[in-house]
């Protein structure tokens, strides 16, 4: 069978974007997400639509035995998993203070073990077949540090030395790892904020707009493609100029 892309949280967002702009690129997608199964059959049938197989999956990603099933669910209905984008995450604003240990442990499960398991579960293929990539979707608070946002910085930021560490061990076995640093890009995620941030965010971004689910989407099927088979262990930040 051929190969497909896992892209985790892709019901909505830069995850369907991602989704539809890799079955653009040829590839069978495995669209995962937690609560929004109408979202995600949306997604799987605008795949359908540009000629490609999807096969809808519900995991916690933050669960090792969901993202396990998952995979071998993929494997078994579409081929196996040669690209995983890991997308799937959480943002939480307020102060450290008032961040108790459940929140915080919510967090780093989901952003960064969530990218973790899903790791784990796609390597014994990329391994013994010596190919693979991996993207996993930081943001640039993981790289410049954010008010408010401590644990989900911290996570992002782990990100980044996940990907990082990844793409050295991995990088033997042909397996390449990046990672894409998007800024504040016009999703639920950012419409949560509210009117006067979101205005507030488009003037703090140079290009003078919020980027669009179509432009991370573009980042990752750069890396993702073979324009950058040279390219191990990097962080593209997609931002509008946001952190110079
Ligand atoms: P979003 O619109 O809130 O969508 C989040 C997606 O993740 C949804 O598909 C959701 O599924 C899924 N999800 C959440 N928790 C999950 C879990 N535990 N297991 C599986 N799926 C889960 O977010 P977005 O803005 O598209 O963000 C996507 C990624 O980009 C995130 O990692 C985010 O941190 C990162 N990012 C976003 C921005 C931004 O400005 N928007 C900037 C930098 C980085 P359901 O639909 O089922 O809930």
Request: net charge neutral; proline share 3%.
């Amino acid at each position: 069978m051929r190969p497909c892309a896992l892209v985790t949280g892709a019901s909505r967002g830069i995850g369907r974007a991602v989704a539809l702009t890799l079955a653009q690129e040829g590839w069978d997608i495995c669209v995962n997400f937690l609560e929004r199964s109408d979202a995600a059959e949306e997604t799987a049938q605008r795949v359908r639509a540009l000629g490609r197989r999807a096969l809808v999956c519900q995991a916690d990603v933050a669960s090792e035995t969901a993202v396990s099933a998952m995979v071998r669910r993929a494997n078994e209905a579409l081929g196996p998993v040669e690209l995983l984008v890991n997308n799937a995450g959480i943002s939480h604003q307020g102060l450290f203070q008032d961040t108790d240990a459940a929140l915080w442990d919510r967090i780093l499960a989901v952003n960064l073990t969530g990218a973790r398991n899903a790791v784990r579960a796609v390597l014994p293929h990329m391994l013994s077949e010596k190919r693979g990539c991996i993207v996993n979707i930081s943001s640039i608070w993981g790289l410049r540090g954010a008010s408010c946002e401590v644990a989900y910085a911290c996570s992002k930021a782990a990100l980044i030395g996940l990907t990082r560490s990844l793409a050295l061990e991995l990088a033997p076995s042909g397996i390449r790892v990046n990672c894409v640093a998007p800024g504040c890009i016009e999703t639920d995620m950012v419409r949560v904020l509210g009117a006067e941030t979101r205005a507030m965010l488009v003037e703090e971004t140079p290009l003078g707009r919020l980027g669009t689910p179509e432009d991370i989407a573009q980042a990752v099927a750069f890396l993702t493609s073979e324009k950058a088979s040279f390219l191990t262990g990097q962080v593209l930040t997609a931002d509008g100029g946001f952190i110079g």
